[in-house]
């Protein structure tokens, strides 16, 4: 069994910045990949970023490159989320997931946290 719980989440204020944590226990061993993924009120969950075991393959979601960082610590079994230049459009839910698999595919994914969330004031 694997438990993620992220954290990090809040309300600020458009232009600002946040750092999202997920921390992954349990079974680690049973997954290699993470990524991060985000649901607003009415919407489809969406897929923001991956990142394989060794951090050599990331991917970004078209639409959160070059404001979004992922990372990823295995010895403290953290992953992390670094967000920039906050919009009121990133108001959502953001979860962090785990899985064998790779990529930005919600179905691939085994393991789901409860999720954090970002509200964003304009």
């Known amino acids: 069994q694997v438990e993620l719980v992220e954290s990090g989440g809040g309300s600020v204020q458009a232009g600002g910045s946040l750092r999202l944590s997920c921390a992954a226990s349990g079974d680690t061993f049973t997954f290699s990949n993470m990524a991060w993924f985000r649901q607003a009120p009415g919407k489809e969950r969406e897929p923001l970023a991956c990142?394989?075991?060794?951090?050599?393959?990331?991917l970004y979601a078209a639409s959160v490159k070059g404001r979004f960082t992922i990372s990823r610590d295995n010895a403290k079994n953290t992953l992390t989320l670094q967000i920039n230049s906050l919009k009121p459009e990133d108001t959502a839910m953001y979860y962090c997931?785990?899985?064998?698999?790779?990529?930005?595919?919600?179905?691939?994914?085994?393991?789901w946290g409860q999720g954090t969330q970002v509200t964003v004031s304009s």
């Open positions: 990142i394989s075991y060794g951090s050599t393959n990331i």
């Open positions: 997931a785990a899985g064998k698999d790779w990529g930005l595919d919600t179905r691939i994914y085994d393991y």
